[in-house]
């Protein structure tokens, strides 16, 4: 417990406020680059994950890549694109981005596909044309997954910024990588800290928008809101009864 | 290339290490999931503290867990114990919730005719529930396996040897070659795990094995898990 | 008036849904397609407003083909009601009702107050109107499945299995009150529907479909029950047992309506002496109404 005091008192030591070591600097860095990130990888993945979940067109390839994807190291692709690259903040970046789309288009086109296909026919039925289905009846429902696929990625590329530090002067990782090198276990341990309350934090924030984004008619329809890891399990839950079933 | 056919035992010791690191957090964290899967389940109660502490437990990224847990379990950092424990941390909090929901997904009917005809609460989880909850179990132990061989190379990086050496070598040397066959050889292991799971479920559950046709990845899921 | 004019649609090179069929709807009457299913019913009824687009044949309305029409905006003028309302989860009763209309452009203000009086028109009370479709009991739910269905004021009204999904009481009901409706409004209906007590309560005019969209019978549903044409026919109408076929039995100078089974299905009225049993008595209806 004395190495959690020491670690607490390297959080809280006004030495690290100040310079390009400054503890705000680098939650600031990591914040931002795993937003960024986010952003272009949802700019990427929504409109493909959309179209996948809303004409059924691609979605064997969708999902073979997204499951492909998932046994691939971050560490390796972290690695080989920065020899690919160069040092720099370029590698870090185009790694958290291809590691950051799969679970977005997935989440993406599983909340098409988890809508009732009744309630899609008869807005067709009634006369909503394809565009109007997608913003009126697809998109609004099918939000709650969209958001639980893009916490997952968020998750993802938070813990892997961390590990960015590894390739690139960036963020909160590069008091890891320093404590490690320099056997200082209060920096080590202090930015391991550091980064859990953030990707806590992140978690939280994500769980709240996401339970804010359930259409509240739908709300009262199911007993149990679509909920935290719901994203992962449940698509994955469906899938394996319904080939139990059929 | 020549990289690759001049450091054969290398990768092969590499990929021993890695085995030793991965599979048993695989059987671990299924073993463990049970129980606090069963018990989520069972109570309201119970459902909500086990699914949140999992929840956020998987939250968590690796590489800070990796230097936090010694500290807590009083490993060394860089003792292959530590990436264990670690891993099967991770596989618990994703298999719980399988667990759960797959126990969850059994039809309320076929339990209460099961009780109707005479199994006891006991026989009857191991007997009915276990078993048609099976195939979803099975999904996500292929999730876990996969994961927590994408993951065990994270260790690599804080001196716990495994296929990530192979990266962690490859960047400081500037060997691209290295580099890739670490990630084939990581991806390759992934699969072979993932095959000996579906072959295993085919011996337990004969009665899935028309419709599990697939040997590929498990997918669908629309996390994917490694970090 | 809808016509179909030799409609053929195979969804594969071997599963034909509908074979060869052509028919005249009369404006202004309900038609119900009735069959079991496979029969292509609700292909049929689909076909009107292209949900689907027959392989071969054409369909009329008033004269024109609906494939020179565009699909979205001839769907706009069609009033659709599905099985288990179709309504949307996420909006309001309200909302629901005037989903068409908003598309049409009708100002929001305009449409929410057409769309109050509609919930008027269909029996559910105003309060309801900022309840969302799950807050609903079924048979409520299905009413604003008609109210919604009838938002644009459309000539047609096309019910697929309205009110299958709900229990036998209240499929009563609304089977009352679509007749009620319907003597107000004047459409021109068309109901699917594999429950043949239903056809023969709803319909002008029934057709009676075997698999692979042929036709069995089509005539009022008097004619068909007094008439079938073949085996197939009265064995699906049930007129060779049970309830529907009743014969007259003489008890002390009482006329007594029996059925095949030897139940009682009730008294042939004398003047004054009238009276039905409820219960089979109630169901048998279908053959001994007009």
Redesign the interface.
Known sequence: MNLFAQAVQWILDPLNYVGVNAIPLRVFEHLAFTLVTLVIASAIAIPIGFFIGHTGRGRGLAVSVAGAFRAIPTLGLLTLVALWIGIGLGAPFVALTILAIPPILAGAYTGFEAIDRRTVDAARAVGMSEGQIVRGVEVPLGLPLLIGGIRSAALQVVATATLAAYIADIGLGRYLFTGLKTRDHAEMLGGSILVILLALALEGIFATIQRFVVPRGVISSRSKVVRVRSSRARPMVNSAVEKGTQ | MTWIWSNGDLIWDRTLDHLVLSVPPILLSFLLALPLGALANRYRASRGVILGSVGLLYAIPSLPLFIVLPVIVGTSARSPLNLIIALTLYGVALMVRVVADGLASVDRDVRQSAAGVGFSSWSEFWQVELPLAGPVLLAGLRVVAVSTVSLATVGAVIGVQSLGSLFTDGFQRGIQAEIIAGIVATVVLALVLDGVLVLLGRLLMPWTRKSSSRVLLPVVTPAAVTR | MIEFRSVTKRFTQDAVAVNDFSLVLPSRKITVLVGSSGSGKTTLL?MI?R?VDPTSGSIEIDGVDVATLEP??????IG?V???????????VVDNVA??PL?RGVPRKQARLDALELLDTVGLSRTLADR????LSGGQQQRVGVA??LAVNPNIL?MDEPFGAVDPIVRAELQQELLRLQQELDKTVVFVTHDIDEAFLLGDQVVILRTGGLVAQIGSPTEILANPVDEFVSSFVGADRGKRSLHLENHGGDDLVVDSEGRLAGVLSTGTKAGTRSGPGAAAQGGVRQ
Not at chain 3, 82 to 92: E, F, I, T, V, Y
């Open positions: 689909r407003n949900m979205v905006k001839l769907r706009r003028s659709y599905m099985q288990n309302s179709g309504l949307l989860p996420h909006r309001k989903t068409v598309l969302y479709p799950s807050q919604r269905g096309l």
